[in-house]
């Protein structure tokens, strides 16, 4: 693989964080944009120092700071970013700085989730604009002409398969289970380890310029029913299933106060309305990403229940 240099925004986070390691493991020359207040945390002084060890560049910045945005996309072809969900809009000025630099030749914003083109529930997320803000961000990238891939890689699978879709536990339940709607819907769960090692593979192929890149590995996408059947093997025991349809899911949301009633607007995205598999890829805009690099392996949902047990 050519080697890129790749600037990572959001070292110190979870995805962020998986990022580098992958970017440093696949020998890139990697750098990684730091706020000072990061060094003064335990944690986070942690995974930085384990970066360095490893190679990394750490450069002092922030996304407010447009000189030290300017200093470090100056130094490198590549830029991921990793900010969280909440910091979406924070990605303009580096837009700005990305552009006028001319000398990127991909950016990777932070989206990483289900495609806020495709998502289904726009009236739900008015009250938040957790997609509209990603969306804004990708016609802001496209205005600019800047050379771009966006990751649709749907759920982490740190978010919700702990659980097993149930929200307020933080194990999977061995007695009672709550399935959400007909629970026939598929949603797609993702390692984000494994979405890092697929965004670094992706960040200098031809293949993925300006495009959305779908993930969708086979033993990554299950409906609740699946899941449940799964879990139920693995302990060898049946659960007893409560129902809890659309309508009653659509109640929780409105009346469970934020942010806790989030979790179950993604369930009803995600099973309900089906918003990472109802689709199919368009090749003009998008490209399925699990069939891009076939030597690369997608840890399942059944091995992550595994872990589980
Ligand atoms: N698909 C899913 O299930 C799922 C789940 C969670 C997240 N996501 C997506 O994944 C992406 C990353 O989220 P995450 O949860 O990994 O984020 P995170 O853990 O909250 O990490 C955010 C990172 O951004 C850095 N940061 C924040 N503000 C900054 C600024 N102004 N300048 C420079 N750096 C700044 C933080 O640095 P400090 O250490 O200085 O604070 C931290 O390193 C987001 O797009 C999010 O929507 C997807």
Redesign the pocket.
């Known amino acids: 693989m050519e080697k890129s240099r790749i600037l990572v ?9 998986q990022l580098a390691k992958a970017s440093l493991q696949y020998s890139h020359p990697t750098f990684g ?3 000072e ?2 060094f003064s ?1 335990p944690n ?1 002084a942690n995974k930085l120092q384990s970066l360095t060890d490893a190679g990394a560049t750490l450069l002092k ?5 447009e000189t030290s945005l300017a200093e470090a996309v100056k130094q490198v072809d590549v830029v991921i ?8 809009h ?1 990605q303009k000025l580096l837009i700005r700085v990305i552009r006028q630099a001319g000398s990127i030749k991909r950016f990777i ?6 495609d806020p083109d495709k998502v289904q529930i726009t009236d739900l997320d008015e009250n938040y604009n ?1 997609y509209t803000r ?1 969306a804004a961000i990708r016609r802001l990238v496209e205005a600019e002409g800047i050379p771009h891939t966006i990751i649709s ?4 699978m ?3 398969l702990p659980s097993l879709v149930q929200p307020g536990l933080q194990t999977p339940p061995r007695d009672k289970v709550t399935v959400f709607g007909n629970g026939n819907i598929k949603g797609v ?2 390692k ?1 380890s494994d ?1 890092a090692a697929f965004t670094i593979n992706a960040v200098a192929d031809p293949r993925t310029l300006n495009k959305v890149v779908y993930l969708r590995p086979q033993g990554n996408v299950y409906s609740l029913n699946e899941l449940v059947e799964t879990w139920e093997t693995k302990i060898g025991k049946k659960l007893e299933k409560a129902c809890v349809s659309e309508e009653e899911l659509l109640k929780k949301i409105e009346e469970t106060p934020f942010p806790g009633n989030l979790q179950f607007m ?1 369930i009803y995205s995600a099973f309900i309305k089906g918003d990472h598999t109802y689709f199919n890829i368009d090749p003009s805009s998008g490209a399925d990403g699990t069939a891009l690099y076939p030597e690369q392996k997608y840890t399942t949902i059944s091995e992550f229940l595994d872990t589980l047990l």
């Open positions: 925004i959001g070292v110190t986070g979870n995805l962020g964080y944009l730091v706020r207040t990061a945390d986070k910045g922030s996304l407010e700071d970013c990793a900010v969280s969900a909440r910091q979406i924070e914003p932070s989206e990483f989730g289900s957790f990603k890689c749907n759920f982490f740190s978010f919700l769960f993702v984000e979405v993604f």
